[in-house]
C-alpha cells in the first residue's frame, strides 16, 4: 500500500509539464536540479538551529536584555501536591470558591492557601518578560540574516526584477548552491518553530493562525522544492521575512519599555507589512503564480492548483493579521 501511496504520490503529471519525467532531472554535464531526498536534510537541521538558538538566547539575548534594563524575575514555585496538580491539569485552573472549599478539605489546609498555590501555579506558565525578549530576539535574529541572505541570493538575478523570468526555462532550471542553502535554511527554520511551539510564548489571539502558517510554509517550500518552483519560491520567502524582523525588533523594545523607540519599529514595521503581503504579494507574487504559468501552458498540472491553494491562504493569513496591525495602529494613533 505504501508502495502504491508512494508512486500516486510522485506522479509525473502531479508535479510536472506533460512530456517531462523525473529522469529529465538527474544531474548531467554541470547542471544541478533539485531533488526530493534533499529535504529529508531539514529535520537535523532544525536540530541544529534549535542549538543556536539555545546558545545565542542564553550568551546574547540575555546580557543584551540586562542592559536594556530587563530583569530576570523568579516566581515562587507552589509546593508539590499532587491532588491540586491533578486538578490544575485536568479540571480548571481557576477554580470556583466551592471547589476551593472542597480542595482545601481534600488536602486538609486551609482555603486561603488553596487560592494561594492556584495563583502560583499559574503564573508559573505565564512567560516572564526575559523569556519573551530571548524569543523575540531569536526571531529577529534569523529574519534579519534570511533578508540579507535573500537579498544576496537574488539582486543580481533577472527575475528579482523581472517576474516573467521565474518561467523561462521551466522546468528546466538549475539550482544554484546558494539557493539550495536558502530553502535548507527557511524550511528548517520553520520545523524548528513547530517543535517549539508548546513551549514558547503562546499567543491566545492568532495560535491557530500561526500553526496553519507554519505548516503551510513548510508545505509550500517543500513542495515547490520537489516541482522545482525554486526561482518563485526565493521570491515568496524574500517577500515574507522583509517585514517580520521589524516586528521582532518593536518587540525586544516594548519588553524594555522603550516606548518610542518601539513605536517608530512598529511603524515601519506596518509599512513594510502592507507593502510586502498587502500590495507586492498579491499584485507580484500571485500574479506570477496563477496568471503566467497559464501563459507558458494550456494545461496547468495538478501542482498548479495545489500551490496556488495555499498561496491564497498565505494571503488570507496576510489579510487578517493586516487587519489586526491596523486595529493596533488605530488605537495607537487615536487612544494614544
Not at 508512486?7 to 544531474?27: G, K, L, Q, R, Y
Request: glycine residues 4%; positive net charge; hydrophobic residues 50%.
Amino acid at each position: 500500500i505504501l508502495k502504491m501511496l508512494n508512486s500516486w504520490f510522485w506522479w509525473e503529471n502531479i508535479w510536472m509539464p506533460i512530456n517531462c519525467t523525473w529522469e529529465h532531472f538527474v544531474d548531467h554535464d554541470g547542471l544541478v536540479f533539485p531533488k526530493p531526498h534533499q529535504l529529508y536534510a531539514t529535520i537535523p537541521y532544525a536540530f541544529v538551529l534549535l542549538i543556536i538558538r539555545f546558545f545565542s538566547e542564553r550568551y546574547v539575548a540575555r546580557p543584551l536584555a540586562k542592559a536594556l534594563g530587563i530583569k530576570n524575575v523568579r516566581r515562587v514555585k507552589p509546593q508539590p501536591n499532587p491532588v491540586l496538580e491533578s486538578y490544575f491539569q485536568e479540571c480548571s485552573k481557576h477554580p470556583s470558591q466551592s471547589e476551593i472549599q472542597g480542595l482545601a478539605k481534600k488536602c486538609n489546609c486551609t482555603a486561603h492557601l488553596v487560592e494561594k498555590w492556584f495563583r502560583r501555579r499559574r503564573n508559573l506558565e505565564i512567560p516572564t518578560v526575559l523569556r519573551k525578549f530571548q524569543e523575540a530576539f531569536w526571531r529577529f535574529s534569523f529574519y534579519l540574516t534570511s533578508s540579507i541572505a535573500g537579498f544576496i541570493v537574488l539582486y543580481d538575478k533577472p527575475w528579482f526584477y523581472d517576474i516573467w523570468q521565474t518561467w523561462v526555462g521551466y522546468p528546466f532550471q538549475t539550482v544554484l548552491p546558494s539557493q539550495y542553502w536558502y530553502y535548507m535554511a527557511e524550511i528548517s527554520f520553520y520545523w524548528s518553530l513547530l517543535f517549539t511551539i508548546g513551549i514558547d510564548n503562546k499567543r491566545k489571539a492568532d495560535f491557530l493562525a500561526h500553526v496553519v502558517h507554519h505548516l503551510a510554509a513548510i508545505g509550500l517550500m517543500s513542495g515547490s522544492w520537489c516541482g522545482n518552483y525554486v526561482r518563485v519560491g526565493t521570491l515568496v520567502m524574500f517577500v515574507h521575512d522583509t517585514a517580520d524582523f521589524w516586528l521582532e525588533a518593536a518587540k525586544m523594545f516594548n519588553y524594555a519599555h522603550w516606548e518610542k523607540t518601539c513605536n517608530i519599529l512598529f511603524i515601519i514595521f506596518s509599512i513594510a507589512f502592507f507593502i510586502t503581503r498587502i500590495i507586492l504579494f498579491p499584485l507580484w507574487i500571485l500574479r506570477a503564480t496563477l496568471y503566467q504559468p497559464t501563459y507558458y501552458s494550456t494545461t496547468p498540472v495538478i501542482a498548479y492548483f495545489l500551490f496556488n491553494g495555499m498561496l491564497l491562504i498565505l494571503q488570507g493569513l496576510h489579510l487578517y493579521w493586516g487587519y489586526l496591525i491596523f486595529k493596533i495602529l488605530r488605537r495607537f494613533i487615536f487612544l494614544k
